[in-house]
Every structure is written in C-alpha cells, then in structure tokens.
C-alpha cells in the first residue's frame, strides 16, 4: 500500500482513525470510552479555590474538573471560559488555559490575540498576498481583539473555500466568547477522531481516504497497532529500544544489539533519536520522558542533543530537552496531548 492513506473506522462504537505512509503506521487517533474532558473543548467554568503554594486554582466545568496553572486575578466564584490543553490522569483535574484556540483544516481563530498572521511553511511571497487579502476579507465583522492564523495546509486552497472555512471558525468564535453568563458547562466538545483527521493530516493531502467498517484490519492498521503497544522498538543496524511507562515517567532504553564497533552506541542512539517523536505518538505517552542511551563518548552528546532537537521539531511535538543527568541520562518534557493507545485499544 504506497502513498498517505486515511482510514476511518469504529473500534466497539467509537470513532478511529488512522494514517498510513507507504504501509507503515504514521499515526492513530481513537476516542476513549465514556465522558472524559479532552483537549479542544471549551467550558464555561466557575472558579473554585486556589491551590497555595501553586497559584494556580481549580475551576468546576459541569461534569468534570479543571485545573487553571497561572491564575492571578481570577477570584473564587468568578466565570471564565477555558479550553482542555491536555489529558489528565485517572482522577485529576483536566489542565485548561484561558488562551482559546479555535483551529480548523485551515485556519485558527485566536481570541485575544488580534493580527493576521500565516504559516512560515507557505513560502512563496505571491501566495502570502493571495492569502492576506482572503484572510482580511474573510475576518470583517469579527470582533476587534480576534486573530487569524493561516495554516499552511491553505497554499493553493480555492478562494471560496478558504473563506467559507475562516467564515465557520470566525463566527464559532464570536458565539463561544459571548456566552459568558450561566452556569458552568460545555460550550464545545473536542473533535472527534475523523473530524481530527480531517483537520490536522491535510498536510499534505491523502493520496485516498477510505472510510469503511473494517478497514484498519484489512489495510494493516490493526496489527501495526498491536504491534505499537509492544514495548520493543526495532531500530535499524540491528538495535533495539525498549519504552515502558511508569507512574512517574517514560522510560527508554537503548541496546547496541550484536555490533560491537566504536561507534555502536552513537550509532544506536542516533537511530532511537530519529524513531523516537513518532513512537511517543502513537504510543500517547507524554510527561518525563527518561532516556537511558547505549554507552557513547561524551563528546557525542552534542550530536544527540541536535538530532533531538531537530526530530521533535519536525514532528511539531510541544517538548522540553531538559538535559543531561549526573547519571548520563537524557530527560525530556512532552505534552500529553492524547491518552495511552493502551488505554483505548481492546485487549484481545
């Protein structure tokens, strides 16, 4: 199966998606089961009580929990729209931020944040202009303070469409930051795992989307992910790494595999470097990630910390490269941006 491949399905009722690249597994996204407050929905929230110590606070959303990092001037009892910027853990409160963001296959509206500004990605000069001026258009009538990000999956989209896609998220906007008054509630649910799919793998565009019961099992994505939630990773020259969650942290380690030269380790690390990004994906881990790379100079280190840098840009990960331990270990801070494919696969 060549080329990028789309597949929607439902695993036991619930939505599923899946992109393939050339047969190998890119990335999968499926929707948990039951109520769970997931990133991108946006509540109406009352505040609760502060945490001392933390400053931070606790805010009631209806039928879950918020937790509110940086909450200076926000008093207990006042109302205050938040969107869900990450997954919480079994029995916490969901992180949520005031900064709302409202992104479609095209565009994001920001609240807020007023300007108009388009993805570094789109780099010819003629379409900047082209896209400046459907964006100017397209935004009349929004609220002062709202401002519009172009996505680069909008290079070459067709005026009419854009506009209408800018048009959807603009009045979305307008609607959800005007109803600030009731009691605490959803105000917008997440997207679900097709309507993710369609917004955020449009760059660049499938080559076919197959939307069929079933699908993942006959195109390969079922047993790629049962595959995914091994804890051995093949890497290439032979080595292998093993990732394992933990309740504190992600824990990774490296082996040379049979070769023995000078530059096994760096040669093994370097391959975990470029594999890493994409299996934290689609495993859904995030939180400290620990890495306990194959013996290597300490010179070599530099190399290791620029290869990281570079693939987790890349893969457009929100991480933190904390550095280098007293024991030789590298840590680094991802977003938990999506739950533990374990966790949403059934157990078969």
Not at 258 to 267: F, M
Not at 289 to 303: E, G, I, N, S
């Amino acid at each position: 199966m060549k080329g990028r491949v789309i597949l929607l399905d439902r695993i036991e009722g619930r939505a599923a998606a899946a992109l393939m690249v050339d047969g190998q597994l890119e990335d999968v996204l499926i929707d948990p089961a039951g109520d769970v407050a997931l990133p991108g929905a946006i509540y109406r929230a009352v505040a609760d009580r502060p945490m001392k110590g933390q400053g931070g606070l606790t805010l009631s959303m209806g039928a879950h929990k918020g937790y509110l990092r940086q909450a200076k001037g926000i008093a207990p009892g006042e109302r205050v729209l938040v969107q869900v910027s990450g997954n919480a853990e079994p029995g916490k409160a969901a992180p949520v931020t005031p900064r709302l963001l409202f992104k479609s296959r095209y565009a994001i509206v920001t609240p807020e944040a007023p300007g108009l500004n388009i993805s570094r990605r789109v780099r010819d000069e003629e379409e900047r202009d082209r896209l400046l001026e459907i964006a100017h258009a397209a935004m009349e009538g929004a609220p002062e303070a709202h401002g519009l990000i172009l996505r680069s999956a909008a290079e070459g989209v067709a005026e009419d469409v854009l506009a209408e896609d800018i048009a959807t998220m603009r009045d979305l906007a307008a609607a959800i930051t005007a109803d600030t008054e009731g009691p605490p509630e959803c105000l917008l649910d997440a997207p679900d795992a097709h309507l993710t799919a369609w917004r955020d793998w449009a760059d660049p565009d499938p080559d076919e989307v197959v939307e069929a019961p079933g699908c993942f099992e006959t195109h390969g994505a079922a047993e790629a992910i049962e595959a995914a939630l091994s804890p051995r990773l093949a890497l290439p020259g032979g080595a292998t790494a093993f990732i394992e969650p933990t309740r504190a942290l992600v824990a990774v380690d490296v082996n040379t595999g049979a070769d023995t030269s000078l530059a096994a380790g760096l040669k093994a690390n370097l391959a975990l470097v470029r594999a890493l990004p994409r299996a934290l994906r689609i495993k859904g881990f995030g939180g400290q990630v620990t890495l306990d790379l194959a013996p290597m100079p300490k010179k070599d280190r530099r190399v290791i910390e620029d290869a990281l840098r570079r693939a987790f840009r890349e893969d457009g990960a929100e991480v933190v490269l904390a550095g280098w331990t007293p024991l030789g270990h590298f840590e680094i801070q991802r977003k938990r941006d999506r739950l533990p494919l374990a966790s949403l696969w059934p157990h078969r």
